[in-house]
Structures are given as C-alpha cells and as structure tokens.
C-alpha cells in the first residue's frame, strides 16, 4: 500500500474492538462512530467520534471524508450509506445488501428466490394477523415467530410450543413465522468476499445455545461433522455468498436436521461471534480478513491452525452493577487458554461481558479446557 485508507466503522461494540486491533497490526487509521466513549472500541480507535449510526446527519458528517466505510451491527441509518456511495465513499457490506440482510422477511424471500434451502415460511403484519392464521389453520403450532427488524442477540426470537404462547409470547409487529426445524447440530460458516470478487472459507463451527438468554455460549472448531457434511455446509455458504454478491464477511448460520438436510437459518454481513476463535486458532483471524476484504486486498489464508473451543462470557443471571471477575486468576492458569475481556463497565445478566478461546490437540482436549474455565470464572455485579 503506497497510502494508508481511512477507515470508519459504524459501531464502537466489541466487533468494533477487534477490528481495530486487527488494523492496528497495519498501522491503519481507524474512525469508529458510537454514542459514547464508554464503548469497547473507543480506547483502540485512531479517532473515537460520538454520534448515533442510526441518525443521518451523523452518519454522514462522520464519513463523508473517509475512504472506506463499514458496519459492526446491521442496525443502521442505510439512507445515510446509499448517499454517501453517491458521492464516492466506498461502502462495504453494500448498503443494499445491508437492506435486505436487517429485514428477516427479506432475507428470507432471498432465499426462495434463489433457491436456497431454509425453513418453509409466512409473512405477517401484525400478532393478530397470526393468531387469525392459527385459528384458520394455515399456521401449525409448534413455530418460530422472528421479528422482521430490529432483532439482535436473541431478541425479536419467540419459539410457540403449545396454544399457552400465543397469548404469552407472541411478539407485535411485522413479523415472519417459520417451520421449527428437526434440528440435530446448529452450525455456522464464515465466508469472505472481497471487492475483487475473491472467496475464502473458514472451518464450520458447531454452536451450542444457552437455554434461557438464547446466545451462542458454547462453539467447537472443527465441527463434528462428517467429510460429505461439512463440505455441503461450506458450498451452501458460499452459494449464498455468490448470490448475494456481498463485500466483506458474511456468517452464515445452518440448521442440520435429524434427516441430514442442511438449511441456511440466518445471515449477518460483519465480523461474527461464530468466529472469535480465527484470533486465536487461525492462519488468519476474521477480522483480519475483514478488513483484507473491504480494502480489495488478497484475502489470507483461513486453515484452522489448533482446535478451538469457545464460550462467551455472559453476565451472571440476577446479577446487576459495576462489573467484577470472580476467578480470573485461577482461568489464566489453564493451558492456552485466551480470555477477551470487551471492557464493560457494567454487567447484566446475559449480557455479553467477553468471550474466551481454548485451544488443545483436539477438539476434546480444547473444549475441556473452555468448560472448565466456565465453571471459574463469574461475571457478577458489585
């Protein structure tokens, strides 16, 4: 690189962190947008400015005079991005595949379209609309209702089980309601795209849901997963990569069910908790790659390098107040082992406090060691 490309993320989370440690290695110079200083990503920015990426004039008075621009959450003022792309800021993902992807109802409608295997699916403007839908027969209970907007780390996600939820936990709002899976593994795959149209692929992950706050808290690379598996897996993500023509990163999350078939659940268009372990366990971290991406450089090499487990560091449940970690010491003392701490000052339950990354000479050995961190460690309030 004969000059250095400004860089402004649209984000000041702990994606926004990373990839600006990632940009650090490259002497980068990285603008986050964010509402407060507060935020992972302000102390590892090159400039911190405060402002709101869900406001238009914000956003455009914080890129207008960068070169690059791009995302860390997909809940953002698009307007503001389709513009700025007008007057010769580079965008990546695209605004418009940034339309499509925050619309679940859209996103999935892709699919259809392009013959994609996902869940079969309804569209509905209102909760009414789908108590009608049951009441006539047209929607079978059990179901998943998922909120078309808005949704992000288990919110807008309601599973209906029996007639009780749908007085219960029936969410408002434009929503999608889809067939609940047979689901034997969930699984995630990373694909990069850059603006050159190159591919690469990272390894499949296994996830492991927490039971209550519906967040990934448990994931192993490689997946256990037959050859035929999971190079099915790898070409459906890259199929929908190719599809959808998008800049970047893009993880896409499977269902596989009891019967062997594999079904795309959803998509986001940003560096994913599905891939925190690349730091760690890859040749190239997601980040890294992300920004390789965006900048129309030669995406890195991908190989898995160590089995990997990962947890996410979730506070406590019932929980509240200025953040303590209880067991800290006792964690660094287990062999690689790699805590990531997003500097919050203050836990919720659930709320995700960091994530930490096992390594071993196989999965087993490296998962392991991630469970007994987890039993170690507590994020709690003071």
């Known amino acids: 690189m004969s000059t250095f490309p400004k860089i402004g993320i649209l984000g000041g989370g702990q994606l926004g962190k990373m990839l600006c440690q990632a940009a650090s290695a490259w002497h980068l110079p990285v603008y986050v947008l964010d509402r407060d200083e507060g935020f992972p990503a ?19 008075a914080f890129a207008h005079n960068l070169d690059v621009v791009t995302i860390e959450i997909e809940h953002i003022d698009t307007r503001a991005l389709h513009d700025l792309v007008a007057q010769g800021v580079k965008v990546y993902p695209q605004p418009d595949k940034i339309d499509l992807i925050k619309d679940k109802g859209l996103q999935k409608q892709f699919y259809a379209d392009h013959g994609i295997p996902t869940t079969d699916f309804q569209l509905f403007g209102t909760k009414e609309e789908v108590i009608r839908a049951v009441d006539a027969g047209a929607v079978s209970i059990p179901f998943v209702q998922k909120t078309r907007t808005g949704g992000y780390d288990g919110q807008g996600v309601a599973v209906i089980l029996h007639d009780r939820d749908l007085e219960e936990n029936l969410l408002d709002g434009p929503c999608l309601i889809e ?32 039971p209550t706050a519906n967040l990934v808290e448990f994931l192993v690379c490689p997946a256990a997963l037959d050859g035929d598996t999971d190079g099915r897996a790898s070409k459906l993500a890259v199929d929908v990569v190719r599809h959808m023509e998008i800049v970047g990163l893009l993880a896409v999350e499977l269902f596989l069910t009891k019967d062997g078939e594999l079904l795309v659940n959803e998509v986001a268009p940003r560096p994913h908790n599905s891939g925190h372990h690349t730091i760690e366990a890859c040749a190239t971290s997601q980040y890294e790659q992300h920004l390789r991406a965006i900048l129309g450089l030669p995406l890195g090499d991908p190989q ?79």
């Open 179 to 210: 067939d609940l899976a047979d689901i034997d593994k969930e699984l995630a795959v990373i694909v990069a795209r850059s603006a050159t149209g190159e591919i690469k692929v990272f390894n499949t992950v296994e996830m492991e849901f927490h």
């Open 304 to 382: 898995l390098l160590r089995p990997a487990a990962l947890i996410n560091l979730l506070g406590e449940e019932g929980s509240t107040g200025d953040t303590v970690y209880e067991g800290w010491m006792d964690v660094l003392a287990i062999p690689e082992v790699h805590p990531h701490l997003y500097g919050k000052a203050e836990t919720r339950p659930f709320r995700k406090m960091g994530h930490l990354t096992a390594l071993g000479d196989t999965v087993a050995v490296a998962r392991q060691r991630a469970a007994r961190a987890k039993e170690l460690l507590r994020i709690v309030g003071a």
């Open 42 to 60: 302000a102390p590892y920015a090159t400039v911190f400015e405060r402002g709101n990426f869900r406001d238009y004039d914000d956003v455009m």
